[in-house]
């Protein structure tokens, strides 16, 4: 049974910066990553990481997120610095199974980011 289990966010006032993990299970994983979802607005990518460390960001958070990945752990991880009121959101793992290229979406984290 595949699970993502993500933790980390919180509550930073704008310019902080939150960790968050994302621990997958129950498969091999290709591609992992990160979504965001505002209220009202649509779930967008944050940023992905292939098994081979090739990495890809939405241009709203290069040069301040940095993502990450433990291949022995299935783990990926967000690192988010200078973080904005704009980067409240919550924020869901992501992982594509190697064989089947299925899709899997962990529970989601809150973060918000204080003015």
């Known amino acids: 049974q595949v699970q993502l289990v993500e933790s980390g966010g919180g509550l930073v006032q704008a310019g902080g910066s939150l960790r968050l993990s994302c621990a997958a299970s129950?498969?091999?994983?290709?591609?992992m990553g990160w979504y965001r979802q505002a209220p009202g607005k649509q779930r967008e990518l944050v940023a992905s990481i292939t098994r081979g460390g090739s990495t890809n960001y939405a241009d709203s958070v290069k040069g301040r997120f940095t993502i990450s990945r433990d291949n022995a752990k299935d783990t990926v991880y967000l690192q988010m610095n200078s973080l904005k009121p704009e980067d409240t959101a919550v924020y869901y793992c992501?992982?594509?199974?190697?064989?089947?290229?299925?899709?899997?979406w962990g529970q989601g984290t809150q973060v918000t980011v204080s003015s």
């Open positions: 992501n992982a594509d199974q190697f064989v089947t290229r299925q899709t899997f």
């Open positions: 129950g498969s091999i994983f290709s591609t």
